[in-house]
């Protein structure tokens, strides 16, 4: 009789073991499973604000090409009042304020490339090229904790506890570079 209640005793105990292991490996597993999702979620955010930069940036490209053109237009209209009608003096007299106008332009003109490549535009590339690098290091932040989970569900013994609590292996964020890497198109 001794010895079956040693047998129980000792039965009991590695239940209790195992079972107090099981609930630190859930811990485990939720707290690195959290941080998965946080990570998720901050590579979630720079994708939207790439968006919505990108959307901006449209928007932009789209009012400047509208006052780009009324500019056009508005030159077309000055240059067909350049040649007033009637005698030389009339048109040297009525075409002074235009010319100086049409002047003013051709100096614009001539600058327009600087112009063009310089403040907002400028500000902008930075900025897509800022939200390049925010998301390139948000999805190496969010592959480095899901090969530490995925690492966590596959090392013993905690192997031994990942399915049964409902626990999985999470996908790579894949990029452009991944799939040159293996040949795919």
Not at 16 to 42: D, P
Not at 158 to 184: D, I, M, T, W
């Amino acid at each position: 009789m001794p010895t079956r209640n040693r047998y129980v005793i000792l039965l009991v105990l590695f239940a209790l073991a195992i079972y107090l292991f099981a609930r630190h490996a859930n811990n485990i597993f939720v707290e690195e499973q959290h941080l998965l999702f946080t990570a998720s979620g901050l590579l979630e955010i720079e994708m939207k604000r790439r968006v919505d930069l990108l959307t901006r940036a449209r928007a932009a490209v789209r009012d400047y090409n509208a006052l780009e053109e009324k500019i056009q237009t508005h030159l077309v209209e000055l240059n067909a009042m350049k040649t007033p009608p009637g005698n030389n003096k009339m048109r040297l007299e009525k075409s002074n304020p235009i010319f100086e106008l049409l002047s003013e332009f051709d100096a614009l003109k001539e600058n327009y490339p600087a112009l063009k490549s310089k403040g907002p535009y400028v500000a902008l590339m930075e900025d897509m090229q800022a939200s390049g690098f925010r998301i390139i290091n948000a999805k190496t932040a969010y592959n480095i904790k899901v090969n530490e989970f995925n690492t966590l569900l596959n090392v013993f013994p905690y192997k031994l506890f990942a399915r049964p609590l409902g626990f999985h292996a999470h996908p790579f964020q894949e990029g452009v570079g991944e799939k040159y890497l293996r040949n795919e198109k």
